[in-house]
């Protein structure tokens, strides 16, 4: 499976962005996530979504952040409102095989990730 993200930028506090991840290759997986990594600290997941269609968040984008997925174009898509400069990191699309797991050892495939600043 190859993951392209797109949709990172620089915005002022308070502002949105929206994140995309198509997937492309034959391998099915049953989650799908985007992860967050800042320099000197381990990534960290920030919103997983289920092939069913249930999402998690992780607590700091509740009610903020909203992840969404269609099947059909094999596409995640991560909408961010109300963003802050805690949320700046390079943003990594990921899928996993089997379960949805915050442990980011649980997932096989990564893409490059896209840059995201808030100031």
């Known amino acids: 499976v190859q993951l392209v993200e797109s949709g990172g930028g620089s915005v002022q506090a308070g502002g949105a962005l929206r994140l995309s991840c198509v997937a492309s290759g034959s391998s099915s997986h049953k989650c799908m996530g985007w992860f967050r990594q800042v320099p000197g600290k381990e990534r960290e997941g920030v919103a997983l979504?289920?092939?069913?269609?249930?999402?998690w968040y992780t607590d700091s984008v509740k009610d903020r952040f909203t992840i969404s997925q269609d099947n059909g174009k094999n596409t995640v898509t991560l909408q961010m409102n109300g963003l802050r400069p805690e949320d700046s990191g390079m943003h990594f699309c990921?899928?996993?095989?089997?379960?949805?797991?915050?442990?980011?050892?649980?997932?096989?495939?990564w893409g490059q990730g896209t840059q995201v600043t808030v100031s």
């Open positions: 990921a899928a996993a095989e089997l379960v949805c797991s915050w442990t980011t050892k649980n997932w096989r495939y």
């Open positions: 979504i289920h092939v069913t269609g249930r999402p």
